[in-house]
């Protein structure tokens, strides 16, 4: 079963206004990942926020982590027509012992119209 | 660096056919995954491993196999195909000290 639920499952915006997707999670992880992926590409990693840590910003990206709710939110601010993409959060837990167990949500579609 | 590869873009197999789905990195990674991803499904995970020779299986692994001999290659190979494994996979090789994952292209794969 899935560990991440994200919502929405679609989202979309005008350029220049924010973009906030969430996802929600059902056991205790160490940390948590969002990823992009462009139409018909791979994953690409954007940013990783850490159990203990509340909040995290990356360029015009923000991601904040409540592990008492157990959920995430991924912020893009003044979005651009080329953020159009798939955002998928990912849950982890272990980390150099357990390597690659993450645990993918369904993720969600962005478009950013011009 | 080329990063994480895979061979090939797309394969169209019948029923019952084998084939291995190729995958290469050459960051020196020691972790790699496989990965599918289906509509609406998101990603699960296949097969991991940590390191050459020590491999693990992860959501979904019936139906498929893999094996490690060596940090830069980790193929996935499918025994007898069946239309139920038509899906786009995915390789990555994760960062060493962080779960951060670097995916390869993928691979569009068709059963019939």
């Known amino acids: 079963s899935q560990q991440g639920e994200e919502d929405p499952q679609a989202l979309s915006i005008q350029e220049g206004e924010n973009a906030t997707m969430n996802c929600s999670y059902k056991?205790?992880?160490?940390?948590l990942q969002w990823y992009r992926q462009n139409s018909g590409r791979g994953l690409v990693h954007l940013i990783l926020?850490?159990?203990?840590?509340r909040e995290k910003h990356s360029g015009r990206l923000r991601v904040t982590l409540d592990t008492s709710k157990k959920s995430s939110s991924l912020l893009i601010t003044a979005s651009r027509a080329a953020d159009t993409a798939s955002y998928f959060c990912?849950?982890?837990?272990?980390?150099?012992?357990?390597?690659?167990?993450?645990?993918f949500g369904q993720g969600t579609e962005l478009s950013v119209k011009p | 660096n080329a990063g994480v590869t895979q061979t090939p873009k797309f394969q169209v197999l019948k029923t019952g056919q084998s084939m291995t789905l190729q995958c290469a990195q050459d960051?020196?990674?020691?972790?790699m995954s496989w990965y599918r991803q289906d509509p609406g499904m998101g990603l699960r995970l296949i097969h991991y491993s940590v390191g050459a020779g020590i491999t693990d299986q992860g959501e979904v692994p019936n139906g498929y196999n893999v094996s490690r001999s060596t940090t830069e290659d980790f193929p996935l190979r499918l025994l007898s195909a069946a239309p139920s494994q038509t899906s786009v996979y995915f390789c990555a090789s994760i960062k060493p000290g962080s779960n951060e994952q670097f995916f390869g292209p993928g691979t569009r794969l068709t059963v019939l």
């Open positions: 926020i850490r159990s203990n840590e």
């Open positions: 960051m020196n990674h020691e972790y």
């Open positions: 056991t205790s992880i160490n940390n």
């Open positions: 990912a849950t982890g837990w272990g980390w150099y012992t357990q390597g690659g167990k993450l645990i």
